[in-house]
């Protein structure tokens, strides 16, 4: 037997032949992604929140930055791991599988599991699609040839600074334009100044919308305390809290919990860099597993980054935009998982093969053939997605788009469809060759 390589593989050869080899990298896998999530969620997005506070951040500038960094941190380390490691298939995959869940799966399931048809705001959707589909085009192109180039990986970056800039600017051109014409505009203040006068988080709320304020306060009830009577979800919870203890404890030894007005709130620079040291472990030790398997089974990386872990990566999102959508705010669930797509593409693509190029080592893209199949396909989900939620707006005059759930069960029928297709081509493929 061999030596071991930690780096390589975690040694996980040593176990080749074992009974127990395969269930314990199951394991590895099913226990990164449950570390993954609540890393992100308890920790890395709370200390980005605090962040955004003290400094001042105006609360689009953060959502399109900050918080849509901190939700997409598994799979821009994922990439960032496996492109140091030479296997950026990995996490090419891993994108765009996560562009199908956000596209298709996620918007299917919040309108599927609500009782009433969702309201999504046209202007924020058509301007996130136009630069998702910008950068997927810009994607397709650049690794066409099977490597980065490193003005390539720079127009990646590049354009995601154009998206913020855009969604800095357009709010204030559009206030001007109202004023011009004539129209009040309220004063109203950014969340931010609130959270600064001390302001409760249901407070807040009734501020943004004063009409729903006792749905809003079984919101915040429910958000903070737990609902009651949860049955079936209730013990599918616990049974996961036991599972994750040691991930908990281990996640408050090494991570302070920096909450607002908590006397550890002032660490939250420490507890950043904690949490994402933990995201890079765990980004690791799936990656490794993963490729791992790739390479045992003969499949490309690309496939199981597509079809395992972007659904690890997503789940986590998946759930937490079926529950805001179940307490009636549509547009923040769909928005916010078709939003975070393209800090995906141009950051979480882009800068790891920035920083490759500047160290003087090529971009390699391994099953690039197969993964253009995949950007095919996800450009047609797109143009999908488009004509569900914004056709009809469009054509009717709508002011938003609505999201029912006969355009919910098309859009998981879409999704299902696109894995069986591209599995069926992915190992088709494979038997010819």
Known sequence: MGECSLLEDLCLSEL?????????????????????ATICDEYLVISLEILCIRWGIREDIAGATFMAFGSAAPEIVVNAVTTLKGQSGTGVGAIIGSGWIAFLAIPGACALFTNNPLEIKRRPMLRDMIFYTIALIELSVFFADGSIAPYEATCLVVTYLVFLIVVWVAPIIRRWWRQRQGE??????????????????????EIKDSKDSEALNEFVTEAFEGPEGEGCMGLVNTIIEYIAMPLTCLFMVTCPPCKRNSKYECLYPLTFLMSFTWVAIFSFVVSTVVERWAAISGLNSGFFGLFLISVGAEIPDTIQSVTVAKRGYGSMAVANSIGSQIINICLGLGFPWVIHNMAGKPVEIQDHKSLQVAVFFQAGVVFFSFCIFLGSALVLRQKKAILNRTKGCALILAYIAVLSAYAGITFGTEKSS
């Open 184 to 205: 009040i505009i309220a004063n109203t203040k950014s969340f931010v100044e609130l959270v600064e006068e001390e302001k409760t988080f249901l407070e807040v709320m």
């Open 16 to 36: 080749d032949g074992h009974p127990a080899g395969v269930f314990f990298e199951v394991f590895l896998v099913i226990y990164g992604f449950l570390g993954l």
